[in-house]
Structures are given as C-alpha cells and as structure tokens.
C-alpha cells in the first residue's frame, strides 16, 4: 500500500512539475527511488532497489547516466543488477526503469543517499544533474517487523458479515427506538 501511495505521490509531483518544465527549454529529469524490503527467514533478507527516470522537459536528454553508490560493500553485497547504469537518450515524457537487489550484511540502522542522474541537453555540452528522492532510514536485519501489514483476507472473509449485522442492527434499532414524532404527540395530548 504504502508502494502504491509513493507512485500515486510521484505522479502527481510529475504533473506539477511537468507545467514548469514546459515553460522552460531543455531536458527536465525526475528521479524516484524506492526501496522494498522482504525479510526470507530470521537473519537473513533482501532489499530491492527501484529508480525511475522521468524526463518531463521539452527535449530530448542524452548520454543519461543513473548512479546509485550509497550502498557500501563492508555493509551490502550486490545480489543482483548493478547499481549504476546508462542510457544514449530520454525521450520528452518517457520513463526508464532500473532496479537492483542487495543483501544486508549488518543489522543496523542506515540512510541511503540519493541517486544521481547526469545527462546532456543538445544545445549544452555541460552535465547536468539530477537528484532523486530522499529515503527515510532502514532497519536491515531488525528483529521488528518492517510495519504495520493489514490483512485483507480477513476483511474478505469477515466484512460481508459484519456489514449485514450492521444492517440488522440499525433495522432492529429502528423498529424498536419510539420515534420523536410519537414523543412529540405524547407531549401535546398531556
């Protein structure tokens, strides 16, 4: 869920942006990294590393190189992917994705630095940059869940239930409760 929100958050930071980057000429790179961490048994879990570049400019960027060099190797080992990659263009409006997998080697708490993404616009020859979102602090290895999960396979099994007794309950409650206009008739025959 809270994936889902970090996208829908995303998206909507795209179109605010997007207005701004028309204005002005030139390539506009967004970066968006997210991390997701699936804990395997105790002891042991990986941690899955999304980045998205967004070009909401006005033209094309090129030579577009995303580098992700906050996960040291004395606490990481690189599972999958790599953590830096390139790209020769970024069209206006396209996104490229690009995900790795790492496995913690220390429990602990630690802070990821944002991603970089370096690119050209064709009428400049200077690199320009582009950060990505920051991350909030991870707890590898940590004893404690990573948050609060709801299950929905009890709200699947037991909501139907619970929304007729609901309905029972009101219609019972309304059959039986003396309604004001007999208290007010009540009132006036006294």
Not at 27 to 55: D, M, W
Not at 72 to 91: I, R
Request: net charge positive.
């Amino acid at each position: 869920m809270a994936g889902a929100a970090l996208v829908f958050a995303f998206v909507a930071l795209l179109g605010a942006v997007g207005a701004l980057a028309d204005a002005s000429s030139g390539a506009f790179l967004l970066l968006h990294k997210e991390v997701q961490i699936k804990r395997l048994k105790p002891g042991s879990e990986r941690i899955t590393v999304s980045l998205v570049v967004h070009n909401a400019g006005s033209t094309t960027a090129y030579d577009v190189s995303l580098i992700d060099d906050s996960w040291p190797s004395s606490y990481f080992n690189v599972v999958s992917g790599d953590t830096s990659t390139a790209w020769e263009k970024l069209e206006v409006g396209k996104s490229l994705q690009h995900s790795f997998v790492l496995e913690p080697k220390t429990k602990g708490s630690f802070q990821a630095a944002p991603a970089v993404v370096k690119y050209r616009v064709a009428a400049k020859s200077a690199l320009q940059e582009a950060w990505s979102t920051p991350l909030p602090p991870l707890d590898t290895l940590s004893d404690k869940p990573s948050g609060i999960k709801y299950d929905f396979n009890i709200a699947l099994k037991y909501g139907p239930l619970v929304s007729v007794l609901s309905i029972v309950g009101i219609f019972v409650y309304l059959m039986v409760a003396p309604s004001s206009s007999k208290k007010s008739k009540s009132k006036k025959r006294r």
